[in-house]
């Protein structure tokens, strides 16, 4: 059962355009929120985090949307480049109980940014 | 990436082969996690170990064993491979000291089971 819901699958933009990368979560214990960024040859490394205490976070060019009502936060990369290229992955994790220590991740976004 | 190693990078075997992918890390963290990737499927949990006398159950371990040598050392088997579990495997880490664990993963082994 996933318990992290990711889409787009795959995502082709110009560059200059807005990348919009959606996910949605069903454990309400889930207490943060990270983004991980994967380029073809290589592991996933974080590339920006967001708590639910905060509806909004914003490092660069990447921002995050929260909104904890629904269930739902969003990676917004604006200015996209074409080294954005890359695959996107949403994840949760929680405190306490069977998501401590441990990140559930999305199914994954392939990213294309043509220049 | 240097600071997690996986060996072999790539891998390619037959069905009811025995297989062992190996992980070591340099970064000094406690836990250390096996996932598998899919296309379309995202990054699923296989083992994870908090410390080194310490081994748990991730979503996906039917077909999996692990081995937690040393605190710098996380080995995954496949005690008899078959063709479904042609996959990307990656090793990572984290620092138990931290409540919300950033995960350093390493590079990751491509396995083709045939």
């Known amino acids: 059962q996933q318990q992290v819901k990711q889409s787009p699958q795959s995502l082709i933009v110009q560059k200059g355009g807005i990348s919009i990368i959606n996910c949605a979560y069903e454990?309400?214990?889930?207490?943060?929120f990270p983004w991980y960024q994967q380029f073809p040859g290589k592991g996933p490394a974080l590339l920006i985090a967001i708590r639910p205490d905060v509806s909004e976070k914003k490092e660069g060019r990447f921002t995050i949307s929260f909104n904890k009502s629904a269930k739902q936060f969003s990676l917004h990369i604006m200015d996209s480049q074409p080294g954005d290229s890359a695959t996107y992955f949403c994840a949760a994790s929680g405190a306490g109980g069977t998501s401590y220590g441990k990140l559930t991740f999305g199914q994954g976004t392939i990213l294309t940014v043509h220049p | 990436d240097a600071d997690v190693t996986q060996t072999p990078r790539n891998r390619i075997t037959k069905t009811g082969k025995r297989i062992m992918l190996e992980c070591s890390q340099t970064?000094?963290?406690?836990?250390m996690y096996w996932y598998r990737q899919d296309p379309g499927l995202g990054l699923r949990l296989i083992y994870y170990s908090f410390d080194v006398k310490d081994i748990n159950k991730g979503e996906i371990s039917d077909g999996y064993s692990v081995s937690r040598q040393a605190q710098a050392k996380f080995s995954l088997s496949l005690e008899s491979a078959i063709p479904n579990q042609t996959a990307l495997y990656f090793c990572a880490t984290s620092d138990a000291g931290t409540r919300h664990n950033e995960q350093f993963f390493g590079p990751g082994t491509r396995l083709t089971v045939l």
């Open positions: 454990n309400t214990a889930f207490d943060y």
């Open positions: 970064k000094g963290h406690d836990r």
